[in-house]
């Protein structure tokens, strides 16, 4: 079987991303697909699109909505990701005087990145089958929550209706499968990080490698071969990237704050 490490949410951190990588080479894996958002919050954002560009499956990375905000514009962000994310492109954009080189290999293949992928019966997207970049799929729709006047109950089934049975997500850096028909959701610790692929369509959200948000400030990715997911946390310097982001003047201490916390 061929096992796939699933990464996403880098987010130019690239203390967690290189710490990453040391345990994906550690555990017998084919291929590395990216979710999504490599940029965005971190200080590394070069490093991170140079790296991702060497070790990730020749077209199987896809877009997320830092980075495409990258390459066009922040809208709706608020105004601490926005003022990231225009520091990004300050440090990222390839203008006339760079045709050739490096920057404008980068800036190329961030500006090409298409937002979905599907092999077979899995879907790959950043944010959610109906919406790739911005659409939150959240453990609190599961429960009949609202948190922007939607309709919980209708934006998970109009989601399933295009999942052709697995798909696999990041977006809100909290790992985690929500199944259908029964709308649940079961979090990484419920299922001891494993989870077996089944008849039931699935939505698998594959945690965050630079910026975790469920309590754990641990790295996030995941291995599958096709029917076995598996959830794999790892520890990184986070001083080390908090010390960097804190350096960076248009960069909020928020986001460095976020790292010790996993919020």
Excluded at 5 to 28: E, K, R, T, W
Excluded at 88 to 114: C, I, M, Q, Y
Excluded at 177 to 187: G, I, K, M, N, R
Excluded at 230 to 249: F, S
Aim: glycine content about 6%; hydrophobic content about 35%; proline content about 5%.
């Amino acid at each position: 079987m061929t096992r796939i490490a699933l990464i996403s949410d880098i987010h130019s951190n690239m203390p967690a991303l290189n710490n990453v990588l040391a345990d994906i080479a550690s555990q017998n894996v084919d291929k590395i697909y990216c979710l999504g958002d490599v940029v965005g919050y971190g200080p590394q954002p070069v490093e991170a699109m140079t790296k991702i560009m060497e070790v990730c499956e020749p077209g199987k990375m896809i877009a997320g909505n830092h980075d495409h905000a990258v390459v066009h514009e922040p809208i709706g962000f608020n105004e601490r990701a926005r003022k990231a994310a225009m520091w990004t492109n300050e440090k990222v954009r390839a203008g006339f005087f760079n045709f050739f080189g490096g920057k404008r290999k980068r800036w190329d293949w961030l500006r090409s990145l298409p937002t979905s992928l599907v092999e077979g019966n899995i879907l790959y997207v950043h944010a959610s089958p109906r919406d790739h970049l911005e659409e939150y799929i959240l453990e609190e729709h599961t429960r009949g929550i609202s948190l922007l006047g939607e309709d919980p109950e209708q934006l998970l089934r109009e989601n399933f209706e295009l999942v052709p049975h697995t798909c696999f997500i990041g977006h809100t850096h909290r790992p985690g499968v929500v199944t259908e028909p029964d709308l649940a959701w079961h979090s990484i610790e419920q299922l001891d990080y494993k989870w077996t692929i089944d008849d039931r369509k699935t939505i698998i959200n594959i945690g965050s490698v630079g910026q975790p948000r469920d309590s754990d400030n641990r790295s996030c990715y995941v291995i599958h071969d096709g029917t076995n997911v598996e959830w794999r946390r790892v520890e990184y310097d986070i001083e080390k990237t908090h010390a960097m982001i804190t350096e960076i003047e248009d960069l909020h201490n928020s986001l460095a704050d976020r790292l010790r916390k996993g919020r």
